[in-house]
């Protein structure tokens, strides 16, 4: 997929397809494994990653639907799960985080890396890629570290090609979300999160859902096809590899009270 800013601009005039159903509910006793993106999907994206509002009843509505699942529900995020940890409190829900660099089970208090970490001069670069553009925030997590132009959107094409030298140097991938820019170690994104959970014994035999509202999710929505399952995507309509939408984060709290008879 060609990576360019025309994703960052809902004005740009980019071809997109015919709108997509919504999912339908999902029923009791249904084999289903939920996966979860988080900033956009869960919660509403803020300026600044700091400034997101968690709802006061996500976190038990999350630990209520993992039960409802038998467990077979997870968050998939590019946030690290600390990060996660500091907005949800200790909720008994598996994750995984740096965009699947770090894995976590149901219940398990340490995290399986799934990445190598990533090198120090690659921040140090990106650190100083961002000072020169306007003193941009700079995002360091242990497998990624993201660049977030939201204050400064005309540095697009100058900031992504020089990440796409830095990641050609450092043999990493760069992903290109909303009004961020990410350069990720190899091994580190949602779709072998997704399948590494799949390859447990609680998700074994089941159809994956994954929602998600940003281009960063896509990994997923292809990583969940080959189990017979979808993706649900979240917000505007755009090119994707998701097979529902739901129109926002409330449509998704609303889609998810359904399961545990409340929503966030």
């Known amino acids: 997929m060609t990576i360019d800013c025309r994703e960052a601009f809902p004005e740009s005039e980019i071809p997109i397809p015919s709108d997509l159903p919504r999912p339908s509910p999902i029923a009791t006793g249904e084999m289903i494994a939920l996966f979860l993106d988080f900033d956009g999907t869960l919660v509403e994206i803020a300026d600044h990653p700091e400034s997101i509002h968690v709802a006061d009843g996500l976190p038990a509505m999350l630990e209520a639907l993992s039960t409802s699942l038998d467990g077979r529900m997870a968050i998939v995020s590019g946030r690290a799960l600390s990060d996660l940890d500091r907005f949800l409190g200790p909720v008994a829900v598996a994750m995984a985080g740096s965009h699947g660099g770090e894995f976590r089970e149901a219940g398990a208090r340490d995290a399986i890396p799934l990445a190598k970490p990533l090198p120090a001069a690659v921040l140090e670069n990106l650190q100083a890629l961002a000072k020169a553009h306007g003193d941009l925030l700079v995002e360091a997590k242990p497998f990624s570290a993201a660049i977030h132009y939201r204050?400064?959107?005309?540095?697009?094409?100058?900031?992504?090609?020089?990440?796409q030298a830095m990641a050609a140097a450092n043999g990493l991938k760069l992903k290109h979300g909303k009004m961020v820019i990410e350069l990720v170690?190899?091994?580190?994104?949602?779709?072998?999160?997704?399948?590494?959970?799949m390859d447990l014994p609680g998700f074994k035999n089941t159809r994956p859902v994954f929602a998600g509202d940003d281009v960063t999710d896509e990994d997923a929505f292809k990583a969940v096809a080959p189990y017979g399952g979808g993706g649900i995507l979240v917000g505007p309509m755009r090119e994707t590899a998701a097979v529902w939408r739901?129109?926002?984060?409330?449509?998704?709290?609303?889609?998810?009270?359904?399961?545990t008879g409340d929503a966030a």
Do not use: I, Q, Y
């Open 151 to 163: 204050t400064n959107p005309s540095a697009c094409e100058a900031l992504l090609e020089a990440t």
């Open 185 to 197: 170690m190899p091994g580190s994104d949602k779709g072998t999160a997704v399948r590494r959970f």
């Open 246 to 259: 739901l129109e926002s984060v409330a449509a998704v709290h609303a889609w998810l009270g359904a399961v």
